[in-house]
């Protein structure tokens, strides 16, 4: 058995593979210590060849008898495994975004992340819905019933949220603002990936994959489909376990 575990900035994601076939897989909250948990979720596959990734994977290397990849390797794994005609990821997690263009063969021929900055992020998001009061699926769907929507010129976290507070005390809708939110990622992500590669076959993992309104948006954006996995959370942790089986 091969287990691949994901330690990103909000949740552990684990999956568990036999034989080629998905076991089991989870995803719980990072907590105040990442490692102690991911070392319990371990505990359920003692006897497995395991492979951590995602921002804890060094820590966790510290604790565990393990290998560790990068995110980078882990989900263009993972997606190429899910859509064999993959030739781009886009992976959104909590605290950044990343752009991976594979060659023909699945080989990585470059990448872009945005760790500097969270714009365009689920933290982002999750930002900027608590400041309209909604979760992060109210915000969503918020999102795609309104008609209008009102340019946020920043794409700092920060500037961007005073610009949600303005509209806000202007008179502006929730869901008219949230709107606005949605399309300004879709268009810096769209952005991220033409600079990247050609956005042919892309496939959009990671926690904001969920978010089907900026799915859509993003597709428009790109004038392409977006391939969204079943599970998006777990693409990376599906990567490190399939390392696991040929490492």
Not at 105 to 119: E, H, L, P
């Amino acid at each position: 058995m091969q287990v691949g575990i994901d330690l990103g900035s909000r949740t552990i994601k684990t999956v568990a593979l036999k034989g080629g076939e998905m076991l089991q897989r989870r995803v719980v909250e990072s907590g105040f210590e990442p490692h102690r948990q991911a070392l319990q979720l371990l505990n359920d596959h003692p006897q497995a060849r395991v492979v951590a990734t995602g921002y804890g994977r060094h820590l966790m290397q510290q604790h565990a008898d393990l290998d560790i990849i990068t995110e980078i390797k882990a989900h263009a794994l993972g997606a190429r495994h899910l859509f064999p005609h993959c030739r781009a990821v886009l992976d959104v997690g909590g605290q950044d975004s990343k752009v991976i263009q594979l060659s023909e063969n699945g080989r990585i021929v470059s990448f872009q992340m945005n760790d500097k900055c969270a714009a365009g992020t689920g933290r982002f998001l999750e930002m900027m819905a608590l400041s309209l009061g909604y979760d992060l699926k109210q915000f969503g769907l918020a999102a795609a019933e309104a008609q209008a929507s009102t340019a946020i010129n920043s794409m700092c976290a920060v500037f961007a949220e005073s610009e949600v507070v303005s509209l806000k005390n202007r008179g502006v809708a929730p869901n008219e603002i949230a709107r606005s939110v949605h399309l300004a990622v879709a268009s810096r992500l769209a952005a991220m990936v033409q600079k990247t590669c050609d956005c042919q076959h892309l496939v959009f993992t990671g926690g904001v994959a969920n978010n089907k309104t900026l799915v859509a948006m993003l597709e428009k954006a790109l004038g392409v489909p977006v391939l969204v996995p079943e599970d998006p959370s777990v693409v990376g942790a599906l990567g490190a376990a399939l390392h696991a089986g040929c490492s």
